[in-house]
């Protein structure tokens, strides 16, 4: 009995896991064709310095304009993309494309923006990411003192020394360096000092309640006031009112990012918001 029904589920589970197998090496397949036929598309979102409120450099994201489902945003492809690999050829196309369209504001006339670039933690533990971007640097020309590095507190945390020496080599590049999604995964202060960070961004889960909730109000304070002793920079990501952004500036937060100022967009409306803004 035990034996059958052992059989039974087992042919019930090879055949599920098929088909998820199937499922997913569908969507590899057609990101794999997306890259290559280049229908990804990077858009930005302006990062705003709070004391001016000017835009002084925007956040890169990436996009699938896919013919058959639209423009898909990245929580429906970049799980994929990590498990299969991709998201390496995935971030090294969005860092140079942004630093291409960097070097395209300057040559407008644009002043010099930090653009922020996200790295996976899949892409900046596995091989030396300190090389791609040092080619890119030299390929498009953009100061690497305008390129600013994400990287996720887990992608940090999962194994250290090598995250401090990579941190290291990046560092010695000129590029700055961002702890994004902070408050969201593990890491003490002890670690955070160790990181040769520059900029640390508090997650938008932080401000979303802002000013409702007087416990996260009071966690944001500390974490600014944190990240200030230890002489980073602080970026609220996720402000939407002017609320957050009354509150963020009654506590000394240096820049700030979200639908407030707006969504991110294509590079061409950006350069508008910007030139606007001005
Ligand atoms: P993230 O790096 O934390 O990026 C911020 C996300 O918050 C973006 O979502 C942005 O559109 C969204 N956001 C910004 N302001 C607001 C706001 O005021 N309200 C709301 N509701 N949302 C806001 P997006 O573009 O969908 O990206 C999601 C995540 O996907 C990113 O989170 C990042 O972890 C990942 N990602 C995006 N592009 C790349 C990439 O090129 N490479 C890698 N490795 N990951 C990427
Ligand atoms: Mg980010
Ligand atoms: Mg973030
Ligand atoms: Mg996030």
New binding site residues.
Partial sequence: QAKIEGRGRFAYFSESLTQAARARIDIEVRLRRAITQGELRV?Y?PQVDIPSGRIVGA????RWQCPIEGLV???RF?TIAEATGL?GE??DW?LRETCQQGQRWRAAGLPTLTLA????AY?FLQGDISQTVAQVLRDTGYPAAFLEL?L?ESALMQREAQAIQMLDRLKALGVRLAI??FGTGYSSLAYLKLFPLDVLKID?RFIDDIPAHRDDMEIVTAIIAMAHSLRLKVLA????NKEQLAYLQTQGCDQF????TS??VPAAEFEKLFLSGR
């Fill in positions: 858009y979102q956040e890169a994201l990436v945003p990245p929580a970049i998201i995935i971030d969005v670039v996200n790295l996976s892409q994400e996720t994004d999604d938008k990501e996720g402000v939407e990012q979200g639908y407030l969504r991110p």
